[in-house]
């Protein structure tokens, strides 16, 4: 029997409306699969469509023509959903919420008892090395700590699919490297499949088993290697 794949792209297209009156293409004809399990990086220039291609696994956004499915179902179809996390390419903290308090945000939709929620997010944030900081604002936090919050947050709801936007871009070298170990870590533990978005071939190497190449605008898929 082959196992479902966590997400699948067959034939997307999208375009947006540009000023003009015309049509902006965006993503032309993308096909991918990402396996249950399985850690796939997109690399491709800035503006090329990986957002777009995201918020579209993220259900978020429709596809023009093509379809996607998440573990066998369509969009809205299933419980899957639940089972996705998307981390989005600016960190949406809450700035008037604690670290501890936007973590426990991710789990405010499951049918836990508020102490179940505090314990787990306690344990996520003490998990990425802040247990000190749980009742920090995020104004109170340097670029990585929020990063490591963000992180702690994406991981505390065990997603069977995480989608990350350039999670680390905006770190410098060694922080990175430090999330970067810790991101493998918590991935070995829960065994998500994930899509991550990098500008960076290095990265991408490094946290994933296969890499997806975008074109520029209107995108589409140049090479997929498996390493
Ligand atoms: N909601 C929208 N309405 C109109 N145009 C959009 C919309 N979202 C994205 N675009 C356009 O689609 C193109 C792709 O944007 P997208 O954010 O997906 O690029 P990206 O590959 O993620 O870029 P970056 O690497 O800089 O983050 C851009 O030209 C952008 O202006
Ligand atoms: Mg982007």
Avoid at 1 to 14: C, E, Y
Avoid at 56 to 67: E, F, K, N, Q, V
Avoid at 144 to 166: I, K
Avoid at 184 to 208: C, M, N, P, Q, W
């Amino acid at each position: 029997m082959t196992a479902v794949a966590a997400l699948q792209f067959h034939s997307v297209f999208k375009n947006f409306p540009d000023r003009r009156g015309g049509r902006l293409e965006v993503l032309q004809n993308i096909t991918f699969d990402v396996l249950d399990r399985e850690v796939v990086a997109v690399l491709g220039p800035s503006g090329c469509g990986k957002s777009t291609l995201l918020h579209i696994a993220a259900g978020l956004s429709a596809p023009d023509r093509g379809s996607i499915s998440l573990f066998g179902n369509a969009p809205g179809n299933g419980n899957d959903w639940h089972a996705v996390r998307y981390m989005f390419q600016d960190d949406r903290l809450l700035p008037w919420r604690s670290a501890l308090a936007n973590v426990e945000l991710a789990l405010e939709r499951r049918p836990l008892g508020h102490a179940e929620r505090r314990k787990r997010a306690t344990n996520a944030l003490e998990r990425v090395g802040l247990a000190g900081f749980l009742h920090a604002l995020p104004n109170e936090l340097s670029g990585g700590m929020r990063s490591r919050v963000t992180l702690a947050r994406s991981f505390v709801t065990q997603p069977r699919l995480l989608l990350m936007d350039e999670p680390f871009s905006r770190l410098d070298s060694d922080t990175r490297a430090a999330m970067h170990a810790l991101f493998l870590e918590l991935r070995e533990e829960t065994g998500a499949a994930v899509v991550i978005v990098t500008h960076d071939a290095g990265e991408a190497a490094k946290l994933s088993g296969k890499i997806i190449r975008m074109s520029r605008r209107p995108a589409n898929i140049i090479a997929t290697s498996a390493l």
